[in-house]
């Protein structure tokens, strides 16, 4: 059962666009949403993140969106670079149990920036 | 600061035999997850442990495969008798307490011939 919907699936942007990725989930038990970069040959790098009191956060050229009651949320990328091309994946946490946060991914997002 | 290690990073493994994987968390962080990476597919849970105890195991597929984060050492996912299925890339990540945070570790590419 997927949890954790993730589209598109590949994404090609001109350098200086801005990239949309959008994630919805069904569990109304998760309360943390953060978002991970991943180049090839490489773990996952946390972006970043956002809890379901906040309605968008901003870190940079990286923006979340969160719609509570839609339970979806987006990841914008702004002036997109080439250096950005990697997957996305978008990811929730809740429902911990034994204090434990164990993360429900997306199924990812090929991001290629194009010059 | 170290990040998370895992070793090794590749591994290749005939059928039958056993792979061990190791991770080593981020010093001071006692939480420790692992998840794996199928060919062209999401990360998919599958074990939380702690020093010398597993919280969850609900991602573990039911035969073959174990976990264990001893008191001193690194943490080992432990996959008895490969099959070709098993071939995937296995994160481990670790946490400190009481933090959503996951720090991940490079991998470690299982290839099963």
């Known amino acids: 059962q997927q949890q954790v919907k993730q589209s598109p699936q590949s994404l090609i942007v001109q350098k200086g666009g801005i990239s949309i990725i959008n994630c919805a989930y069904e569990n109304t038990a998760f309360d943390y949403f953060p978002w991970y970069q991943q180049f090839p040959g490489k773990g996952p790098a946390l972006l970043i993140a956002i809890r379901p009191d906040v309605s968008e956060k901003k870190e940079g050229r990286f923006t979340i969106s969160f719609n509570k009651s839609a339970k979806q949320f987006s990841l914008h990328i702004m002036d997109s670079q080439p250096g950005d091309s990697a997957t996305y994946f978008c990811?929730?946490?809740?429902?911990?149990?034994?204090?434990?946060?164990?993360?429900?991914f997306g199924t990812g997002t090929q991001l290629k920036v194009e010059l | 600061n170290a990040g998370v290690m895992q070793n090794p990073r590749h591994l290749v493994r005939r059928r039958g035999q056993e792979a061990r994987l190791r991770c080593s968390p981020v010093?001071?962080?006692?939480?420790v997850y692992w998840y794996r990476q199928l060919p062209e597919e999401g990360l998919k849970f599958m074990v939380y442990?702690?020093?010398?105890?597993?919280?969850?195991e609900s991602g573990m597929p039911k035969e073959r495969f174990s976990a264990e984060f001893p008191k001193e050492g690194p943490s080992i996912l432990r996959i008895q008798q490969v099959v070709r299925g098993d071939s995937a890339a296995y994160f481990c990540?670790?946490?400190?307490?009481?933090?959503?945070?996951?720090?991940f570790g490079p991998g470690t590419r299982l290839t099963v011939l």
């Open positions: 990811a929730a946490v809740g429902g911990r149990r034994g204090g434990g946060n164990k993360l429900t």
């Open positions: 010093k001071g962080h006692s939480h």
């Open positions: 990540a670790s946490s400190p307490p009481h933090t959503d945070t996951q720090y």
């Open positions: 442990l702690q020093k010398e105890n597993i919280i969850d």
